[in-house]
């Protein structure tokens, strides 16, 4: 029920890791297993997660991380230096849905980018004054996701890559001038 982690987590976590300072609040979206999130904390000054789902909430409890169930981090009322999120970004098609909470995990909606549309949208709540997010996403989102990023004013960077044999993700660094 809990999203396993995968060569997309582990995108975040590398591309994490080269981005993160000592004096960082982090959140982490959609925190789901907590691959990413128990690997960076005590790296950093703060971490939170969030994730839509109970199973994954209960699990980032489980694992000792400050966590909130909410969608994207509706009702949290701070800002964070540093924004981490690997969302559902594959359009799923109708034979291949369970009707589970692994469908959240992975289903994008249309073209893949109706949950990253989402994220940016909040993405100025979330994110500080000079803050920087991670992003990943898949060559099947182009070029929606870059022009969604740019509509909302934010500069980008593609900061990792990862090639599989039917797409290619990618690590996005976002951030506003
Ligand atoms: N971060 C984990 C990783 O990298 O292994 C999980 C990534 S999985 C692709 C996407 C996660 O986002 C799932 O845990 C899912 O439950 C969560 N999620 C999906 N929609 C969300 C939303 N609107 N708000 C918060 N979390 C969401």
Avoid: H
């Avoid at 909470?101 to 249309?110: E, F, N």
């Amino acid at each position: 029920m809990i999203y396993e982690p995968a060569e997309d987590s582990e995108l975040l976590l590398e591309a994490a890791l080269r981005e993160l300072k000592p004096d960082d609040e982090v959140i982490e979206v959609g925190a789901g297993s907590g691959f990413v999130a128990e690997r960076l904390k005590g790296k950093c000054k703060c971490i939170l997660t969030t994730d839509i789902s109970p199973f994954a909430a209960m699990e980032l409890r489980r694992k000792g991380l400050d966590v909130v169930m909410t969608d994207i981090a509706k009702g949290i009322r701070k800002k964070f230096s540093l924004v981490l999120f690997n969302p559902p970004y594959v359009e799923l098609e109708d034979e291949l849905r369970r009707g589970d909470w692994l469908d959240v995990a992975i289903d994008g909606g249309k073209k893949g980018v109706k949950v990253i549309k989402k994220f940016l949208d909040s993405l100025d709540e979330i994110m500080a004054e000079r803050g920087r997010a991670i992003l990943i996403a898949s060559s099947q989102n182009e070029p929606d996701v870059f022009d969604l990023i740019d509509e909302r004013g934010f500069r980008y960077e593609i900061v990792g890559e990862r090639g599989l044999f039917f797409e290619k993700l990618f690590a996005i660094k976002i951030w506003k001038e």
